[in-house]
């Protein structure tokens, strides 16, 4: 177990709809990373925060966006669902800003109906 | 084309063979490689992380790179039932803003038959 962990596990939406995802980091770490990995692909990476700031972006839309807390924890905000935002919704925590330190969690698996 | 191509498989096998598993990729400011499993409604997990060109062996598992052909491989010895999952490549790279992201292949999905 990595100590990362994602809530929910499960989530059905309909179009147009705005969904929260939750994940909570290993204490220490200042630096989580969500990725979005669509039924037989890898993940692709969505953005970055370290230290409650956004400090890298991947090629999404506006409509996706974050926060990272104090406590550890973090949030992925996607309004306007669309089908297409059909995934699992991994999120990664590591103590500093290099990639070969991150912890994935288990994921959130979002249906957009 | 693609930063990262992998064969996607599926990829079947019999407990105890050898197995391959490959990636390429065309941005030459990639500098560090790493190889992730991933089992069935989990999330990814590290196994190999290299970041010269040459060999790196951990156990039934040895990782190789070839920075001038831009290819890597992931070698399994004596495979398991229990190595079935899906194995990503990944190599760190930069996204907007400067900050290190990992890009992923597409996975190849993995059986080890007893």
């Known amino acids: 177990e990595t100590g990362v962990t994602q809530s929910p596990t499960h989530l059905i939406k309909t179009r147009g709809q705005q969904v929260t995802l939750r994940c909570s980091s290993q204490s220490g770490h200042n630096t989580v990373s969500w990725y979005q990995q669509a039924l037989g692909q890898g993940p692709q990476f969505i953005f970055q925060?370290?230290?409650?700031?956004?400090?890298g972006r991947g090629n999404f839309p506006p409509r996706f966006s974050g926060l990272q807390f104090p406590n550890y924890s973090s949030e992925l905000n996607v309004n306007a669902l669309e089908l297409d935002d059909s995934a699992l919704y991994l999120c990664?925590?590591?103590?500093?800003?290099?990639?070969?330190?991150?912890?994935f969690g288990p994921g959130t698996r979002l249906t957009v109906l | 084309q693609k930063e990262v191509e992998q064969d996607p498989g599926p990829l079947s096998v019999p407990e105890g063979a050898i197995v391959s598993l490959n990636c390429t990729y065309s941005?030459?400011?990639?500098?560090?490689f790493m190889w992730y499993r991933q089992y069935s409604r989990k999330g990814p997990e590290l196994l190999m992380y290299t970041y010269s060109s040459g060999n790196k062996e951990d156990g039934r598992f040895t990782a190789q790179v070839d920075k001038s052909s831009k290819y890597i491989s992931l070698f399994i010895r004596d495979s398991q039932p229990s190595d079935s999952a899906t194995y990503l490549c990944?190599?760190?790279?930069?996204?907007?803003?400067?900050?290190?992201?990992?890009?992923f292949g597409k996975g190849t999905k993995l059986t080890v038959n007893p």
């Open positions: 925060y370290y230290r409650e700031e956004e400090n």
């Open positions: 990944a190599m760190s790279g930069y996204s907007q803003g400067g900050s290190e992201k990992l890009v």
């Open positions: 990664a925590s590591s103590p500093g800003l290099g990639t070969d330190t991150q912890y």
């Open positions: 941005n030459s400011a990639f500098q560090y």
